[in-house]
C-alpha cells in the first residue's frame, strides 16, 4: 500500500493563477480531508468528505474547492490564488468513527504540498 | 468551535532531561489524541486515550487523559534528538480538531 499520496510536492504560483493540488488514497478510507499548515502552526481544515459525491467545508474554506468523484481521490482546487493562500497542504484519510469502534478515528497523512504564492 | 491550546508553543531541551507538554480546553471530549510530526512529513498517530484519567506508555512517551476529559498531558522520559517535532493533540466529540501545537526540539 502506498497509503495517501499527494502531487505535486511543490508549487509557486503566481497571484491569480489557478491549480489543482492532488490526493489519492489507497486504504479504501471513507473519509478525506484537506488541511493547511501556515508557518510554526497546527493544522486547520479546508474540507472534508465522509464518501463519494458528498464533501462539506471545515475552518477555512474560502477560496477553495474539492470534489470527490471516487472513493480513493481527492483534488483541492485553488481558482485564484492569493498570497494568504501560501502554505503547506495536507490530505488525510481514515475510516469513519462508527468502523473505529466509537473512537477517534485515526488519520492517515500524504506527504504534504508546499505552495507559494507570489 | 471547541479551542485545544497547547503548552508551551516551543520548547527547547538538552538530550537526557524529562519534559512535559499539555493540551487544554474548556470542553469534554469523548477522546483524544496525540499526533507526532517530523519536518516535510505529515503528522503519525501516536495514541488514542478515551477514558477520563487514563494513562498510556509508549517506551519513553507518557500520555495521560484528564479525569474531567477537558486536557491531556505528555511527559517524555529521557529526551533523545529523534523526539524533535511537532507535538499535536486532536479531540472532539463529533467533530475533531487539532490543537495550536508544541513545537519540540531536543539538543544533542
Known amino acids: 500500500n502506498a497509503g495517501v499520496t499527494q502531487t505535486p510536492k511543490f508549487r509557486i504560483l503566481k497571484i491569480g493563477q489557478s491549480m489543482t493540488l492532488q490526493c489519492t488514497q489507497d486504504?479504501?478510507?471513507?473519509?478525506m480531508y484537506w488541511y493547511r499548515q501556515d508557518p510554526g502552526m497546527g493544522l486547520k481544515l479546508i474540507y472534508y468528505?465522509?464518501?463519494?459525491?458528498?464533501?462539506d467545508k471545515g475552518e477555512v474554506p474560502n477560496g477553495y474547492n474539492v470534489s470527490r468523484s471516487t472513493t480513493e481521490d481527492f483534488p483541492l482546487r485553488l481558482e485564484l490564488a492569493a498570497p494568504s493562500q501560501t502554505s503547506v497542504y495536507f490530505c488525510?484519510?481514515?475510516?469513519?468513527?462508527?468502523?473505529?469502534?466509537?473512537?477517534?478515528?485515526?488519520?492517515?497523512f500524504g506527504p504534504g504540498t508546499r505552495l507559494t504564492v507570489l | 468551535t471547541q479551542l485545544l491550546e497547547q503548552s508551551p508553543q516551543f520548547l527547547s531541551i538538552q538530550e537526557g532531561e524529562n519534559l512535559t507538554v499539555y493540551c487544554n480546553s474548556s470542553s469534554v471530549f469523548s477522546s483524544l489524541q496525540w499526533y507526532r510530526q517530523e519536518p516535510g512529513e505529515g503528522p503519525v498517530l501516536l495514541v488514542t486515550v478515551v477514558t477520563g484519567g487514563e494513562v498510556k506508555k509508549l517506551k519513553r512517551l507518557t500520555f495521560q487523559f484528564g479525569d474531567a476529559r477537558k486536557d491531556s498531558s505528555l511527559h517524555i522520559t529521557a529526551a533523545q534528538p529523534g523526539d524533535t517535532g511537532l507535538y499535536l493533540c486532536r479531540a472532539g466529540n463529533e467533530k475533531l480538531t487539532f490543537g495550536t501545537g508544541t513545537r519540540l526540539t531536543i539538543i544533542p
Open positions: 468528505s465522509v464518501g463519494a459525491g458528498i464533501t
Open positions: 486504504m479504501n478510507h471513507n473519509y
Open positions: 488525510a484519510s481514515s475510516f469513519p468513527l462508527s468502523t473505529s469502534g466509537g473512537r477517534a478515528d485515526t488519520q492517515y
